[in-house]
């Protein structure tokens, strides 16, 4: 059964870094692309960043130079590095994987970007 479990989520002043983890079961990590999404209020869910079975990184522009997506296949856990945190970077973040012909999702971890 696949399982992906974010944490790391929380409240934190503009220009703040966080760091979120998402720990995977239930398949065989290192061979699957993994990626981050975010959903804020009353927004669509959006592609925040994405990182390949091989190591190879993709951002959302509004992110790019800000985050960093990195993985530990030993661990089978993904990780997100954000540094200098906006406002607009409030959302739910969640870890997502593409396997058996459909989307896993996590329970997501709270953002909140604050003064």
């Known amino acids: 059964q696949v399982q992906l479990v974010e944490s790391g989520g929380g409240l934190v002043q503009p220009g703040g870094s966080l760091r979120l983890s998402c720990a995977a079961s239930?398949?065989?990590?290192?061979?699957?692309?993994m990626k981050w999404y975010r959903q804020a209020p009353g927004k669509e869910r959006e592609l925040v960043a994405a990182?390949?079975?091989?190591?190879?990184?993709n951002y959302a522009d509004s992110v790019k130079g800000r985050f960093l997506i990195s993985r530990d296949n030993a661990k089978n856990t993904m990780y997100l590095q954000m540094n200098s945190l906006k406002p607009e970077d409030t959302a739910m973040y969640y870890c997502?994987?593409?396997?058996?012909?459909?989307?896993?999702w996590g329970q997501g971890t709270q953002v909140t970007v604050s003064s």
């Open positions: 990182i390949t079975s091989a190591g190879s990184t």
């Open positions: 239930g398949f065989t990590f290192k061979n699957y692309a």
């Open positions: 997502n994987t593409w396997l058996v012909l459909r989307d896993h």
